[in-house]
């Protein structure tokens, strides 16, 4: 254990940081589940991570009707410019990939500064192409966090409380993107401020990472595979047996589960121009449907630890879909009454069943290879969302939204049969054990570390 970890333990542990932790409302849960004022402080500098990571993604929803208004754009060409922005995750794969190499607290705090200041510059774009060429930038950085914020949190929560953990961390996504809907349809919009105005919001994370830098510690996991050796010496070492096969799987469910990126993404535009609703009225819904998600999110978690994995996660996601099928498809003259119990299922369908499918890209990959599979998967994910508004693009110069929805729905449902039926129940087991890592699955390689470190470490010295 380092020096630096060793003092943040110390100020942790004080009386006074327990009883200014107590005032978070999960902080009680947490506790009955056995976690000290280390994992809570933990815990929680990743939420607030998080937190931001829920409003950047969500601006593009809740603001898209008047963001294509401004930027001159049609449904068709929104979709295709979403699906070129959505690439961004694809250089993420380099960033997430340095953390199996410098450590993931360096290699967030890297991010965390690169999605916050092209947030910023998203701002000042005077076009469409300016417009995606930030956001394009902003996704790099964005991608890269939210894999390494789930990946540290994995490493560092202890196992009967892991999907706890990463219940909490999908809570403050939520929360972040509830925000989003707020401060836009109850304050900018009827004020008559300008969407721009939510990107320049995104921009205080640039703050947290003091935070960060002086409280948030290394992975425990990553440090014991650098200290003993275990750093791997390529990349290509996750494609060998057994990790290919779970790479695969994770891979091809997740491409799956993004296929509803584009049904998302025009969810409050679909209320606005199909179903004649306000822009305020819309994001209002999108709250009000998206409340009882939240504490059900972390109840989600916990009972994942208890329960499994599998049956929790597929049985939210069955839930998810459901409610969509009602939200396209119920006739227009039912009007608000009907759309937000439909949008309420969809919403706390897929906020609680995000966290607990998530587990399994930690849990299936041992710590030196954690980083890289956390890659792959946040590379399938923009294959997928990408291919969904790519998709979309063409099918809504011939059919109704509606119609295009359900078409790229067919995706989550063919993923959630594969987890039904190909993935293993990880639940209460340390990581050691469902990677096979306890086991010698990645034998020790030689670490080594490009002259590309030296350039990260002055980065991480600035920082």
């Not at 060793?6 to 542990?13: E, F, G, P, R, T």
């Not at 976690?35 to 898209?64: C, E, K, N, P, W």
């Not at 961004?88 to 607290?105: E, F, H, I, N, Q």
């Not at 359900?406 to 990880?426: E, H, N, S, Y």
Request: proline share 5%; with cysteine; charged share 15%.
């Amino acid at each position: 254990m380092t020096a630096v970890r060793a003092s943040h333990d110390d100020q942790s542990a004080s009386p006074a940081r327990s009883r200014a932790l107590g005032l978070i409302p999960w902080v009680p849960a947490a506790r009955r589940r056995g976690l000290t004022d280390v994992h809570v402080v933990m815990l929680a500098l990743l939420s607030a991570a998080a937190f931001f990571d829920g409003y950047d993604t969500s601006i593009r929803s809740v603001a898209l009707t008047q963001i294509r208004g401004d930027l001159g754009l049609t449904k068709s060409a929104a979709s295709a410019l979403m699906a070129v922005v959505y690439f961004g995750a694809l250089p993420a794969m380099a960033v997430t990939r340095w953390a199996d190499r410098v450590g993931r607290r360096r290699m967030l705090l890297i991010s965390i500064v690169g999605y916050a200041s092209f947030s910023g510059l998203t701002a000042l774009a005077p076009n469409a192409g300016v417009y995606a060429a930030f956001q394009f930038l902003q996704q790099v950085f964005l991608v890269a966090e939210s894999a390494l914020v789930w990946t540290m949190a994995a490493e560092e929560l202890p196992a009967d409380a892991r999907g706890f953990g990463f219940g909490v961390l999908g809570m403050n996504i939520a929360l972040g993107t509830g925000f989003a809907a707020i401060i836009y349809g109850g304050v900018f919009d009827p004020a008559g401020i300008s969407w721009r105005w939510l990107y320049v919001v995104g921009v205080p994370p640039l703050l947290l990472v003091a935070v960060l830098r002086r409280r948030l510690g290394e992975s425990h996991r990553f440090e014991a595979a650098r200290d003993g050796g275990r750093l791997v010496d390529t990349w290509r070492r996750i494609l060998d047996p057994p990790h290919r096969r779970w790479l695969v799987l994770v891979v091809v469910v997740t491409f799956l589960l993004q296929l509803t990126q584009q049904a998302q993404t025009f969810a409050l535009d679909f209320l606005q121009t199909d179903r004649g609703l306000s822009a305020s009225t819309a994001a209002g819904m999108l709250v009000v449907a998206g409340l009882p998600g939240i504490p059900i999110m972390v109840a989600a978690g916990g009972l994942s630890d208890r329960f499994g994995r599998r049956v929790v996660g597929c049985g939210f996601a069955f839930m998810t879909m459901i409610g969509g099928a009602g939200f396209f498809w119920l006739p227009s003259d039912w009007g608000v009454p009907a759309l937000l119990p439909c949008m309420s299922l969809t919403l706390v369908g897929s906020m609680a069943s995000f966290p607990v499918i998530q587990t399994y890209t930690a849990e299936l990959f041992p710590t030196a290879l954690r980083g890289s599979a956390s890659s792959w998967s946040s590379t399938a994910g923009v294959l997928g969302r990408t291919a969904s508004l790519g998709l979309a693009a063409v099918l809504l110069t011939g059919f109704s939204q509606s119609a295009t929805a359900t078409f790229l729905g067919i995706g989550p449902v063919l993923a959630v049969v594969l987890i039904a039926t190909r993935f293993p129940d990880t639940h209460g087991r340390e990581l050691e054990d469902t990677s096979g890592e306890g086991d010698g699955a990645v034998a020790a390689g030689p670490v080594v570390l490009p002259p590309a470190v030296a350039g990260a470490e002055a980065v991480d010295a600035a920082l």
